[in-house]
């Protein structure tokens, strides 16, 4: 499968990734939440070229990530601001940051701390099960299929076909979708 085409996986992290998974985005985002809004503002703090961050603007502003708001009427210019999707990266940022502060300091501490409002005090992000509290950690989470895969599979074995491993379902499922779109359309 060619990455233009990773957001047709039935997986949930590949659509993200389709979206999120260029590697200025984060860092766009990123600088979004630190109150960036601006074009020249955005490049002056990645250094990346204008052509790379009008595309990837442009990208997020197409996903729904972030809006295009007038800030000047002569000449027209715009800033660029989350939406609630964009504001819903706020985990993944604390998450992959913290786990960059973790492995890859080099031993001088990480470069910015996150100080909670709430109980003031500095504050690390924790993953936690949304119906008990506990933190998640790997060895205790297991994946299950969710309605979408279980229909997938249920059609695999009702057809006689057999199930593909746990890993290469969702290019699987993508294939399945995209022969039935087709089927439909002739």
């Known amino acids: 499968m060619k990455w233009e085409n990773i957001d047709s996986q039935v997986c949930s992290v590949a659509r993200a990734l389709s ?3 260029e590697r200025w985005t984060l860092l766009i985002i990123r600088d979004a939440f630190k109150g960036t809004r601006r074009f020249d503002e955005f490049y002056r703090n990645l250094g990346v070229t204008r052509h790379r961050l009008a595309e990837r603007l442009a990208g997020l502003v197409d996903a729904g990530v972030m809006t295009r708001v007038p800030y000047c009427d002569r000449p027209v210019r715009y800033e660029y601001r989350l939406t609630r999707m964009g504001l819903g990266l706020y985990p993944v940022l604390m998450t992959l940051g ?8 080099k031993g001088q501490g990480p470069p910015t701390e996150y100080w909670h409002a709430g109980c003031g005090n500095l504050a690390k992000p924790v ?3 949304s119906e008990c509290g506990e933190s998640l950690r790997p060895e205790e989470v297991s994946a299950r299929s969710g309605p979408i895969m279980q229909t997938f599979i249920e059609s695999l074995l009702e057809a006689g076909a057999t199930v593909p491993p746990e890993a290469a379902l969702p290019a699987a499922a993508a294939e399945f979708s995209a022969l039935q779109a087709k089927q439909k359309s002739e």
């Open 19 to 21: 979206i999120v998974g």
């Open 98 to 105: 913290n786990w960059g502060d973790a492995w890859l300091d």
């Open 127 to 129: 993953l936690s099960c």
